[in-house]
Every structure is written in structure tokens, then in C-alpha cells.
């Protein structure tokens, strides 16, 4: 089966899928080509961050996955 040819930033076969911003990790997404939507609880420019519990010390702390809130050793 071969798909349609798409405009630019679309793809599927009824081109309407669009193509997420190179770069933008499976925590984003698109409404429109080339732009990259952070899923809840990621943020940075490619939602390759995930958004830490609230109050967590940006120096003192951090978090693999959203809403925790580890110690730095020390």
C-alpha cells in the first residue's frame, strides 16, 4: 500500500499526523508540524525534563521521573 504525498511536516496516510520537532522525546507531542507539547509532568524544550514535586530545591535536589523529589548526596 503506498501513502499519499503529504505536505511538509504532515505524514499517515490522510497526512494527518504531524511530524514532531526533531529532537522532541516521547514525553512531547504536536498539534501542528514541528512543534514539541510537553506531556503532564515534562518540560524543557524537547519534555526530555521531567517536572519536579513542588518546592523541590533546584540546587539541593532532583527527580528522574515527575513529581519526586531526591537529595544530592551530602
Partial sequence: MSFPSC???WSGPDCDVCIKL???TEHGHCSKPLECICD???EGHFCHKAK???NCNTTTGFCDHP???WCHIG
Avoid: M, N, T, V
Wanted: glycine share 20%; with cysteine.
Fill in 7 to 9: 505536505h511538509p511536516g
Fill in 67 to 69: 513529581h519526586e523529589c
Fill in 52 to 54: 519536579c514535586r513542588d
Fill in 22 to 24: 526533531p529532537g522532541c
Fill in 40 to 42: 503532564y509532568g515534562f
